[in-house]
């Protein structure tokens, strides 16, 4: 798994009154949540039609809420908690004396294209 820095800290962080935002890192878009003093990452797309899932919210139960037909993913695991069959992509976020880093898993499919 391959870490890239996102911000020097969580306080370097924009984000929505709703915890929420997107950022780029490592040339992809991505959404990040910040529920209960955790840092999230996601998928920054709905898996369902796409909606940018910043425009969304998080539950009580820690699941985001995507803002245009309301299906919820755990920021766990990305699980699709309504049931509807989707699956959100998630990432590692860590938290390192140098910054905030978000892992992405390394495809080897096309690691010959570096
Ligand atoms: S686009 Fe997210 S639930 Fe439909």
Redesign the pocket.
């Known amino acids: 798994m391959n870490f890239y820095k996102i911000a020097e800290s969580l306080s370097e962080l924009t984000l929505s009154p709703n915890g929420l935002a997107e950022v780029e890192v490592n040339g992809k878009s991505i959404c990040i949540a910040l529920h209960n003093n955790t840092l999230h990452a996601c998928a920054a797309k ?1 898996p ?4 940018a899932m910043a425009q969304g919210y998080v539950d009580g139960l820690g699941n985001i809420v ?1 803002p ?4 919820k993913f755990s920021l766990q695991n990305g699980r699709n908690t309504t049931g509807e069959g989707y699956f959100l992509k998630s990432y590692q976020v860590e938290f390192r004396p140098d910054g905030v880093f978000v892992g992405f898993e390394e495809h080897k499919l096309f690691k010959w294209q570096k």
């Open positions: 709905c369902h039609a796409g909606a995507c245009l037909h309301r299906y």
